[in-house]
């Protein structure tokens, strides 16, 4: 009889130490992913910055080359509705995970990239003088965008990976939808 009741003692404290072993270990893997998936939110609040950035510049261009009454209306009407597409495609953070929304939100962009610089390859030089602030504006824009898009891009992407990896380990794996983590979408793929 003591020696089964030193069996149940053993399997009870046994017990409790892995139920602590586990509690620690699920504490542990959900800091490291919850840390890095803070990185990606960083990032992501970066490339918002930037096409937000593009994004804000082009309304008052489309306004001065519709005061200076330009004359390719088709090409015009393109960027607006891309411009539109744009909005209607805005994600946030929460929407990173979604494949689907992640596609929309880059061929919304991508068009819109490619109405625009449709745009400014048919302007002709009067055009230009008539709107040269605006389209001054809209090119330190869109240098400035091209830049910066591509390191954010590329610094999203890369906390992506992390983010990504830390949920591949076997015991992120288990726990992290208990956590409510899921992998992230990177850009460009």
């Not at 409790?16 to 504490?27: D, K, N």
């Not at 990239?113 to 030089?125: I, P, S, V």
């Amino acid at each position: 009889m003591a020696f089964t009741m030193h069996k149940r003692r053993w399997a009870l404290i046994s017990g409790a130490g892995i139920f602590v072993l586990l509690a620690i270990l699920s504490w542990l893997s959900n800091r490291s992913v919850a840390s890095v998936a803070e990185e990606v939110r960083e990032a992501w609040t970066l490339m918002e910055h930037v096409y937000d950035s593009r994004s804000e510049a082009i309304p008052a261009f489309l306004e001065a080359l519709q005061t200076a009454g330009y004359e390719h209306a088709g090409t015009y009407q393109q960027v607006s509705r891309s411009l539109k597409n744009v909005e209607e495609n805005r994600i946030g953070f929460d929407d990173l995970a979604d494949a689907t929304r992640v596609r929309a939100f880059q061929n919304a962009h991508r068009q819109l990239g490619a109405a625009l610089w449709r745009l400014t390859q048919e302007l002709d030089e009067r055009t230009k003088i008539a709107i040269q602030t605006e389209y001054e504006a809209l090119e330190m824009r869109l240098g400035s965008f091209f830049h910066r898009s591509d390191q954010v891009e590329a610094l999203y992407n890369d906390a992506v990976h992390r983010h990504n990896l830390a949920l591949r380990a076997v015991h992120a794996r288990l726990l992290a939808r208990l956590y409510g983590h899921r992998p992230i979408m990177p850009l460009g793929s």
